[in-house]
């Protein structure tokens, strides 16, 4: 069932699997779903934009960043299941069978299979994260200006996957994909017993120009990826304490946002 979506097989992707010292396992590819299958995707979106798919009780929400003047407009989200989609799989029978794909058994072996092999993924995730995990996906429409500081993720957050679905143009004027930094081990202390939010905002926050960041420990965290947000491009990588990552904001067009979906591997039950 899932080549039928998914263009790659998981020993394809591992051939792009990079493993950066002090940071973690990631890879970037490219034409990550069959040509017909993005096409179908990207297009129900935009018309799913201009109707009122927002305004669902609990699910989808709408987040404002705190120092940030963008929104991010969210149908799904964190460790949710797939019935968080129910409306949107109303409007688009595309969205319906691709995220039902999303959340098989197939689809849960496929995404951890991948980093399987990696030092990164057998020293960060264990058995119970295997066997207790789930799927968690959430659409994410980001307007302009928006952002998301350098944060490494929630301790629950076992692999992230990050699908560009489309760009509507705008990469002309903004490339806004997304960004990896990499500090060196125990300059930048993180406490497990903090909340995901508390350490993001404890660890950075946007300056007051455009596309920059400024950090408290700016000169203990450097830049070493910025990737380019490219359609039917899809980034994953494993939950680190220091998978340190940010989405820079960027100038888009009225009527025009970042659109990415995710597909996050989850254990709640991580100690």
């Not at 299958?37 to 609990?58: A, Q």
């Not at 944060?151 to 004027?173: A, F, M, Q, R």
């Not at 960041?213 to 980034?235: C, G, Q, T, W, Y």
């Amino acid at each position: 069932m899932l080549d039928k979506f998914i263009k790659h097989s998981v020993g394809d992707i591992k051939k792009n699997i990079i493993e950066k010292e002090g940071w973690g396992s990631y890879f970037i590819v490219d034409d990550f779903l069959h040509d017909e299958v993005f096409d179908g995707l990207s297009k129900d979106l935009e018309e799913l934009k201009n109707k009122d798919i927002y305004t669902i009780e609990e699910s989808p929400r709408i987040w404002r960043e705190q120092e940030t003047p963008g929104t991010n407009l969210c149908v799904g989200g964190a460790g949710e299941s797939i019935n968080s989609f129910d409306k949107l799989f109303v409007e688009s029978y595309n969205w319906k069978k691709f995220v039902e794909c999303i959340y098989t058994d197939e689809s849960y072996k496929y995404f951890h299979d991948i980093f399987s092999e990696t030092t990164t993924y057998n020293f960060n995730v264990s058995q119970d994260d295997i066997d207790e995990g789930y799927v968690g996906c959430k659409i994410s429409c980001q307007t302009n200006n928006y952002g998301d500081i350098i944060h490494p993720d929630n301790t629950n957050k076992v692999i992230s996957y990050l699908y560009y679905v489309d760009n509507n143009g705008w990469e002309e004027v903004s490339e806004g994909g997304t960004d990896f930094w990499c500090v060196e081990e125990d300059e930048v202390q993180y406490d497990k017993d903090q909340t995901s939010m508390d350490w993001k905002y404890r660890l950075g926050r946007y300056s007051d120009r455009p596309h920059s960041l400024r950090l408290d420990e700016a000169e203990k965290i450097k830049l070493f990826e910025s990737i380019k947000f490219k359609p039917n491009r899809l980034v994953g990588f494993v939950r680190t304490n220091t998978s340190y990552h940010s989405i820079p904001p960027r100038i888009l067009p009225e009527g025009v946002t970042r659109d990415c979906f995710q597909i996050n591997i989850w254990n709640y039950n991580r100690s």
